[in-house]
């Protein structure tokens, strides 16, 4: 299993969660802030590359991160409907 490697974290307490930008696995991760859980958001149909630092957007339902192997911009759908942008 390849551990987590956080470059960025984004905080949304209105939802209770908090997100990262996983470096290890090319994921965006989530953590419930009351510890019941969390997982990987979909980002289908585009996968990070690189990704570093995330921002939390609640008025949008997205969150952000920079793709440092690619410099673009991708997103991901706090739903879980997946996501899009450069990978």
């Known amino acids: ?6 470059a960025g974290i984004a905080v949304d307490p209105a939802a ?6 996983d470096v290890g696995t ?3 991760g989530y953590a ?5 859980g969390g997982g990987y958001l979909s980002t289908s149909p585009v996968t990070p590359s690189d990704p570093r630092g995330i921002a939390a957007d609640p008025g949008t339902g997205r969150v952000y991160w920079t793709n440092s192997g690619g410099n673009t911009i991708g ?3 706090l739903d ?3 996501g899009g942008g450069g990978g």
């Open 32 to 36: 419930n802030l009351n510890g019941s």
């Open 75 to 77: 997103y991901a759908n």
């Open 1 to 6: 299993m390849t551990p987590i490697q956080p």
């Open 16 to 21: 209770g969660r908090l997100y990262w930008a």
């Open 26 to 28: 090319n994921k965006i």
């Open 80 to 82: 879980g409907s997946g």
